[in-house]
C-alpha cells in the first residue's frame, strides 16, 4: 500500500499564500503522476493542477497564473504553491499520485486524506 500524507492546509486572507504539500510512502511504486484536485462544499471534486515524473504540467484555467505545482522525485513529494487566494479557492484538497505498484504488478491511483483551505474575504 501506499500512503499519501498532505500538510500546509489552513486559514488565509483573499490575497494571501498558502503551500500545499503531499509525501508519498509505502510501497514500492513507481509514480507516473501526481497532483491536487479540490472539492468545495456541494461540489464535484475538480483537478488543479498535476505533474508528470518528467516535469510536464497541466493546471485548471483557474488555477493559472495563480498556482504553482512543482515535484521532488527523490522524495516522492509534490507541492502546490497558491499566491493571489481568492475566496472561491476555498475547499478541500487532495493529493493524487498514480503509478506501478510493484507487488502486485499493476498500475494503481492513491488520494490523500484532504487538507483544507479556506480563503477569507
Known amino acids: 500500500q501506499v500512503q499519501l500524507v498532505e500538510s500546509g492546509g489552513g486559514l488565509v486572507q483573499a490575497g494571501g499564500s498558502l503551500r500545499l504539500s503531499c509525501a508519498a510512502s509505502?510501497?514500492?511504486?513507481?509514480?507516473?503522476?501526481m497532483g491536487w484536485y479540490r472539492q468545495a462544499p456541494g461540489k464535484q471534486r475538480e483537478l488543479v493542477a498535476d505533474?508528470?515524473?518528467?516535469?510536464?504540467?497541466n493546471y485548471a484555467d483557474s488555477a493559472k497564473g495563480r498556482f504553482t505545482i512543482s515535484r521532488n522525485n527523490a522524495k516522492n513529494t509534490v507541492y502546490l504553491q497558491m499566491n493571489s487566494l481568492k475566496p472561491e479557492d476555498t475547499a478541500v484538497y487532495y493529493c493524487?499520485?498514480?503509478?506501478?505498484?510493484?507487488?502486485?504488478?499493476?498500475?494503481?491511483?492513491?488520494w490523500g486524506q484532504g487538507t483544507q483551505v479556506t480563503v477569507s474575504s
Open positions: 505533474i508528470t515524473s518528467g516535469g510536464s504540467t
Open positions: 509505502g510501497s514500492i511504486f513507481v509514480i507516473n503522476s
Open positions: 493524487n499520485a498514480y503509478g506501478y505498484l510493484v507487488v502486485p504488478g499493476a498500475h494503481r491511483n492513491y
